[in-house]
């Protein structure tokens, strides 16, 4: 645990069945508060599933979440916990602006608040559109200013820099790093290798299994590799080959 205080989220034992086929094996981890832990692995190999057992939306065949002191789901956590799923929630129908307000009002934030999250995902000029009419990109930020606007104590991040090109990807990663050095935990899925560096923690997931907990320096150390796509490639082969034996 990279600092003194109980972890954001413990996760024993967990065991996941989608679709009639295991999802999660027997995973167990330790997720530190006010970090961000970048979470990467193949498509399929259950990101989203553990992501829907931290805030409480996924059924579990057996084990524990623990989310910040309490059971993964409990009501008390709704404020505290925002998140982002892999696909934009947000209403059709209604503008930018009205979307963000919804999710604030729901805790208790006024529209204040809603014009804040807008600024920080670089909507103010298309606030007024109505969501329907967004390209991808700008969906994605949507949703992520519905996720922030609660300015959770954990934020739990569903690939949320998809579709976005590079100039507001490092700007959204700043803006992350920002809120974990102000004392938020962040939980950030990507299938983009060059974003684990902006992460002090990674979580490298396969087929259902943690085959790594590692910081982007050791993951680089413990293979030999400075490129952190060819490290993550060489961590999943080893993975590969034990399984084998
Ligand atoms: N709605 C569903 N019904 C049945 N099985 C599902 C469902 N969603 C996911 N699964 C299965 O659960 C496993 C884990 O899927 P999950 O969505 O967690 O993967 P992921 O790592 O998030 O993938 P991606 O990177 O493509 O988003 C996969 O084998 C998938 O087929
Ligand atoms: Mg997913």
Redesign the pocket.
């Known amino acids: 645990m990279a600092r003194g205080h109980a972890p954001a989220v413990s996760i024993e034992h967990l065991r996941v069945i989608?679709?009639k086929?295991p999802?999660l094996h027997d995973f167990s981890v330790q997720i530190a508060q006010g970090t961000i832990t970048g979470l990467l692995?193949p498509?399929?190999?259950?990101?989203?599933?553990?992501m829907r057992s931290i805030v409480g939306s996924q059924i579990l065949k057996s084990g524990t979440v623990t989310v910040l002191g309490r059971p993964a789901g409990s009501p008390a956590l709704r404020r505290r916990v925002g998140y982002m799923p892999?696909d934009p929630t947000i209403y059709n129908d209604l503008r930018i602006v009205d979307n963000v307000r919804y999710f604030a009002s729901l805790y208790g934030f006024d529209s204040r608040a809603a014009d804040a999250a807008i600024d920080r995902v670089g909507l103010t000029d298309h606030r007024t559109a109505f969501s329907g009419n967004l390209s991808g990109g700008q969906r994605t930020r949507a949703s992520l200013a519905c996720a922030l606007v609660c300015q959770p104590e954990l934020l739990v991040l569903d690939?949320p820099t998809v579709g976005l090109d590079p100039v507001l990807r490092v700007d959204l990663w700043e803006q992350f790093t920002e809120l974990a050095r102000t004392g938020t935990t962040l939980l950030v899925?990507s299938?983009v290798m060059d974003e684990a560096d902006h992460c002090g923690d990674l979580l490298l997931?396969r087929e259902g299994h943690l085959v790594a907990h590692t910081t982007p320096t050791r993951l680089r150390e413990d293979t030999g590799c400075t490129s952190l796509e060819d490290a993550f490639l060489s961590i999943i082969n080893r993975s590969t080959k034990q399984k084998a034996v």
Do not use: D, I, W, Y
């Open positions: 989608r679709g086929r999802a692995g498509s399929g190999c259950g990101k989203t599933t553990l892999q690939e899925s299938h997931m």
